[in-house]
């Protein structure tokens, strides 16, 4: 079956970088674009951007420009998440999942990684 | 840029019919697609292009859309549908998500 999986909880200083994993299984890799989405303590869901893991090509809101990069290893069915120069507010849960095309929506998502921003 | 816009929250009883709305400029054009969310978890999508329910979702879950409104409509409401639920559209290449409507099933 369809599994998109994350790497662990990580704790930030304001300033640094976090890379967050997303290990696909159970479907072709590159047939499925990846979005990542984040969500603040007690809030909605907020869409940072998708990477095309066919294509190389990207993404990304605009809120997030200059600070996130998705990039992929396909050997290894893996998606990342690169956010730099991290501040209080970027503390979050930040989800991957998986897109088809136009007139679909995220199907399967991965099981969220706690990404907390502290002194 | 493109909103959508949702109820904070939504009340219904055991067995009744719940309706979450989803407005936006012409939503109608766009295709909509819904998630559950309960707490503690990640996102389920429920409906997807308008009307469509991926496998397992039950059919007491349906959808339309039309005009400015898109509507998620739950029947027969059951304790296990409490969440939170949230639209999204894609608007050129962006993908946008109402801000979510909290189902409250008493």
């Known amino acids: 079956q369809v599994q998109l999986v994350q790497s662990g909880a990580e704790v930030k200083k304001p300033g640094a970088s976090v890379k967050v994993s997303c290990k696909t299984s159970g479907y072709i890799f590159t047939s499925y674009e990846i979005n990542w989405v984040r969500q603040a303590p007690g809030q909605g869901l907020e869409w940072m951007g998708w990477?095309?893991?066919?294509?190389?090509?990207?993404g990304y809101a605009q809120n997030f420009q200059g600070r996130v990069t998705m990039t992929k290893d396909t050997s290894i069915g893996t998606a990342f998440m690169e956010l730099t120069s991290l501040k209080f507010e970027d503390t979050a849960v930040y989800y991957c999942?998986?897109?088809?095309?136009?007139?679909?929506?995220?199907?399967?998502w991965g099981q969220g990684t706690v990404v907390s921003v502290s002194s | 840029s493109y909103e959508l816009t949702q109820p904070l929250s939504v009340s219904v009883a055991p067995g009744q019919t719940a309706r979450i709305a989803c407005g936006g400029d012409n939503i109608g054009r766009k295709n909509v697609h819904w998630y559950q969310q309960r707490p503690g978890q990640a996102p389920v999508l429920v409906i997807y292009r308008d009307v469509i329910r991926p496998s397992g979702i039950p059919d007491r879950f349906s959808a339309s859309n039309s005009g400015n409104t898109a509507t998620l409509t739950i029947s027969g409401a059951q304790a296990g549908d409490e969440a939170d639920y949230y639209c999204?559209?894609?608007?050129?290449?962006?993908?946008?998500f109402g801000g979510g409507t909290k189902l409250t099933v008493l």
């Open positions: 999204q559209v894609w608007d050129s290449r962006i993908a946008v």
């Open positions: 990477m095309d893991p066919d294509s190389d090509s990207t």
């Open positions: 999942a998986r897109w088809y095309s136009s007139g679909w929506g995220f199907d399967s």
